[in-house]
């Protein structure tokens, strides 16, 4: 499991916009790159990131080989009501990950 | 006889301007071509933020925000970020709905050289708005070793 930075308010007053921040761990290998050996080393990136609020998707991002190493995305959303707020990045080589944050609105 | 000679040495800092060659503009104008499907791109709305003299092109911060209500009646769709000069002209594609409050989006992205930004916000309207800004970079990201 890739380490995972993430940056949900906790509580928030209804109808409030909450900004939202998110790192993962991850080389972003671009597919570009020879290594030591002068062989280009095969593309890993991840290339979706999903967030749902309550299991509907608020935002989602397609990313390509120019986002840096250790994918970060900040946005925002409209805090609605109390509930799981949950992140999901898919990648190369099968990379899944999924990470769930609780948020109390008020 | 002066001026010769301040033009003559001033030609080096000319060649550190960003040169896109014709490939590279036709491969950048071809996605955003199929980013906005044909439809006409105007100037205006998209506010790019990114610092004009990166020093390391390995992570640049950059983010993108676009005027808009956000309403059910009248917000962003997609916000597209495209380059002119990467190996690939894509960067990021962001999807939004009314529930995103904002139309804002933050990332750190890799630029390969100096060279152009585009980002492209689509409305719900169906209307493209767009935003270009050129970038000096001075250590390039690592992207061909």
Redesign the interface.
């Known amino acids: 499991m890739a380490r995972v930075l993430l940056r949900v308010p906790t509580t928030a007053e209804k109808g409030s916009?909450?900004e939202i921040r998110a790192l993962i761990q991850h080389v972003m290998e671009?597919g570009?790159?020879?290594n030591a050996q002068g062989v280009v080393q095969a593309r890993d990136i991840i290339w979706h990131f999903t967030c749902r609020?309550d299991g509907?998707?608020?935002?989602?991002?397609?990313?390509?080989?120019?986002?840096?190493?250790n994918?970060?995305?900040?946005?925002?959303?409209?805090a609605?009501e109390s509930g799981p707020i949950s992140f999901t990045w898919e990648g190369d080589n099968g990379f899944a990950q999924t990470e769930t944050r609780h948020i109390t609105v008020t | 006889m002066n001026l010769t000679r301040r033009v003559l040495l001033s030609a080096p800092a000319a060649l550190l301007l960003p040169t896109p060659t014709r490939a590279d503009q036709q491969r950048l104008a071809a996605a955003l071509q199929e980013f906005t499907g044909g439809a006409a791109l105007r100037e205006g709305r998209v506010r790019i933020e990114i610092s004009p003299l990166v020093e390391n092109g390995?992570?640049?911060p950059i983010?993108v925000s676009v005027e808009a209500p956000m309403t059910a009646a009248d917000h962003v769709r997609r916000i597209g970020v495209f380059?002119e000069r990467?190996?690939?002209p894509?960067?990021?594609?962001?999807?939004?709905?009314p529930?995103?409050?904002?139309a804002?989006?933050?990332?750190?992205?890799?630029?390969a050289t100096s060279q152009a930004l585009v980002a492209v916000a689509e409305m719900s309207d169906g209307s493209f708005w767009s935003q270009r800004v050129e970038v000096v970079v001075t250590l390039a990201?690592?992207?061909?070793?």
């Open positions: 916009v909450i671009t570009y790159r020879p609020y509907e998707v608020v935002f989602s991002a397609a990313l390509s080989p120019a986002i840096a190493a994918p970060f995305i900040a946005f925002t959303t409209i609605t | 390995n992570a640049v983010s380059n990467n190996p690939q894509h960067v990021i594609t962001a999807q939004f709905s529930r995103s409050g904002r804002y989006v933050a990332t750190h992205i890799r630029l990201a690592c992207i061909e070793g």
